[in-house]
C-alpha cells in the first residue's frame, strides 16, 4: 500500500568539521545551485498544473493507478494556496476548483465509511470521484486535517480580501473535516506513506495545526468550532509521545513493527508545521527547535551508510534522504521529497533565526551543530555576533548541499519521479510525481525568505494540565455545492 501517483486532480475528483570552502569553491557550488533552481523551477510549477484540473495534461489518458489522495491533495494545494498569496494570482481559479470538488468528494460514501461515520478518512479515491473499494490501508486520518489546513489558508485570503460571504461558504467542508479529526483523532490509523498501522506523528501534528487554525476561522466567521481548543490541547499533549529525548519516532502504538522509528514522516510533519512567527519551540517541534535540528541529524545519519548513492560523502554533507532505512518498497531507494524536506527544514529554522535574533544551542542540539561547525558550543548568539553569523553560513552551506544532491540526481528533462535508485541515483516508481515537484517548490520559496502565514502556533502551544485521551463526537452535515462568482 504505497503512494502511485500523487494526483491533485482537483476538477476531477478533484576550522570546521565541514572544512569551509574557499571563495572560489564557494562561489562555484552556490552558482551550481543557482543555476539548478532557474532551470528546475519552471519545470517543477509546471508538473504540478499538469496533474491538476481537467486541463493537467497529466490527467488526460491516466494510467490504470492514477487517483487522488486527500492527503496528497491537501499538502499540494496548501502549498499552491500560499503561493497564491504571496502573489500568483493564476492559481486561484484552482484553488476554487479544489474547493468545489471536495464539497462533493465529502459526500461520498466508501469502504471506510460514510460522511458521518468515518468516509472522510479514506485515503484515495477515483479521479472521477467514485470511490476506490478494493483493499487498501484504511483509515488514513491525515487527510481530512490536512485537507481543512488547505482550505483554511484560501477561506482566511478571502476574509483579508473582504470576501467574507465566500469564505462562508467554505466553513461547513472544513467543519467537516474538524468534526472527523475531533472524533478519530484518538484512534489508530495508516501513516502518510500507507503502510504501518498505528499512531503517526505526521497525522497528530497536524491535526493539532487544524484544530488550532479551525478555531481561529470559526471565530472570524462569527461561527463555532465545537471542542476546538481543548482538543487541540490534547492532541499536543500526544504529540509529545512521539519525542524519545534524542529523535522522533514516527509511528507509535503499532503492532509488528520492527522499525528504529527514524522517519522521513517527521520532517514532512516539521516542514507543513513550521509558523514564521513561532520561537524555536519545542513543543510543536518548529524547525529552529533543538527537537527538530536532533532529529534532523538522527535520520539524516540514518540514511548515510544504507545508499549506495551516499557512499564516501562525509558528515556535515547533505546526502539522498528516503523514508526510512528500512524500506523495501520499490528496494527501498531515496525519495526527492524527502530530500528537498530536509533542506526545507534548514531554511525554516534560517528564517526563525533572523526573525528572533538569536540562535540558541543547547545539549540536545549540539551534535547537529558540530557536525558543520566544529566549534560550536551550547549557548545563546546574537545575530550581531561573529559566532552567529558563522554558524548560520555553515547551515546554508549544509542546506544548500542537499540541493546539491538533488540537482545530481534530476535527469536533464527536470523530470521528478518519486525515487531515485539508491546505488545508481536513476528514477524510480511513479513518474512526474505531483508531490515531489511540489516539494521542490515549497523549498527554494523557503531558501528564497518567502514563508507562509502564521497559523497561530506561538499561542497554540500549551500543554493542558493533565492529559487525556477522549475524543468528542464530531457535528457533520452534507455541504451545499460550492459555485463562484464569475470574472
Known amino acids: 500500500m504505497h503512494v502511485k501517483f500523487v494526483v491533485a486532480a482537483e476538477a476531477l475528483f478533484a576550522g570546521y568539521a565541514l572544512a569551509v570552502p574557499t ?64 502573489g500568483d494570482a493564476a492559481l486561484e481559479v484552482h484553488l476554487q476548483n479544489y474547493v468545489t470538488a471536495q464539497a462533493e468528494l465529502q459526500k461520498v460514501s466508501n469502504p471506510s465509511g460514510d460522511l458521518e461515520t468515518g468516509g472522510l478518512g479514506e485515503p484515495k479515491f477515483h479521479v472521477d470521484m467514485t470511490a476506490f473499494t478494493e483493499e487498501w490501508g484504511r483509515p488514513q486520518s491525515d487527510g481530512p486535517a490536512l485537507r481543512a489546513i488547505a482550505l483554511i489558508t484560501y477561506a482566511n485570503h478571502l476574509i483579508g480580501s473582504g470576501q467574507t460571504e465566500q469564505a462562508q461558504n467554505i466553513w461547513p467542508l472544513v467543519q467537516n473535516d474538524i468534526a472527523y479529526v475531533t472524533e478519530w483523532w484518538n484512534k489508530t490509523t495508516f501513516d502518510l506513506w500507507e503502510e504501518v498501522e498505528g499512531s503517526s506523528f505526521f497525522t497528530a501534528a497536524s491535526q493539532h495545526r487544524a484544530l488550532i ?60 508545521t513550521f509558523d514564521p512567527e513561532a520561537p524555536c519551540d519545542d513543543v510543536t517541534f518548529q524547525p529552529c527547535s533543538a527537537r527538530s535540528l536532533a532529529n534532523h541529524k538522527a535520520v539524516v545519519d540514518s540514511f548515510r551508510e544504507g545508499y549506495g548513492v551516499n557512499q564516501g560523502i562525509e558528515q556535515g554533507v547533505g546526502v539522498a534522504v528516503g523514508r526510512y532505512i528500512e524500506d523495501v518498497y520499490m528496494g527501498g531507494n531515496p525519495w526527492y521529497l524527502c530530500t528537498a524536506a530536509a533542506a526545507e527544514i534548514l531554511y525554516d529554522a534560517l528564517f526563525q533565526w533572523a526573525k528572533i535574533g ?77 508531490w515531489s515537484y511540489a516539494s521542490f517548490l515549497t523549498m527554494i520559496a523557503r531558501r528564497g525568505g518567502i514563508v507562509p502565514p502564521t497559523w497561530g502556533a506561538a499561542t497554540g502551544n500549551t500543554l493542558p494540565d493533565q492529559c487525556s485521551g477522549a475524543s468528542g463526537k464530531g457535528n457533520y452535515a452534507g455541504p451545499a455545492t460550492v459555485s463562484w462568482p464569475s470574472a
Open 358 to 434: 538569536t540562535l540558541s544551542i543547547t545539549d540536545v542540539s549540539l551534535p547537529f551543530f558540530t557536525d558543520i561547525y566544529e566549534s560550536a558550543a551550547v549557548g545563546d548568539y546574537a545575530a550581531d555576533s561573529e559566532e552567529y553569523t558563522a554558524i548560520t553560513a555553515a547551515v546554508k552551506e549544509y542546506a544548500d548541499s542537499f540541493i546539491g544532491v538533488l540537482q545530481k540526481y534530476t535527469p536533464k528533462d527536470g523530470s521528478l519521479a518519486e525515487q531515485f535508485g539508491r546505488d545508481d541515483g536513476t528514477p524510480k516508481s511513479a513518474a512526474h510525481l505531483t
Open 23 to 86: 571563495a572560489t569553491q564557494q562561489t562555484k557550488r552556490q552558482t551550481g545551485v543557482e543555476e539548478y533552481i532557474a532551470s528546475e523551477s519552471p519545470i517543477a510549477y509546471q508538473g504540478v498544473l499538469n496533474n491538476i484540473g481537467p486541463d493537467g495534461s497529466g490527467a488526460q489518458g491516466a494510467a490504470a493507478d492514477f487517483y487522488t489522495w486527500t492527503r496528497d491533495s491537501g499538502l499540494v494545494f496548501k502549498e499552491l494556496g500560499d503561493a497564491f498569496i504571496a
Open 213 to 272: 487554525e479551525a478555531n481561529a476561522l470559526a471565530a472570524a466567521l462569527g461561527q463555532t468550532c465545537e471542542g476546538c481548543e481543548e482538543q487541540a490541547s490534547q492532541v499536543l499533549c500526544f504529540v509529545q509521545d512521539f519525542w524519545t529525548g534524542s529523535a522522533v519516532n514516527s509511528n507509535i502504538n503499532t503492532q509488528g513493527n520492527n522499525r528504529a522509528g527514524l522517519d522521513a514522516n517527521s520532517f514532512v510533519s516539521i516542514i507543513h
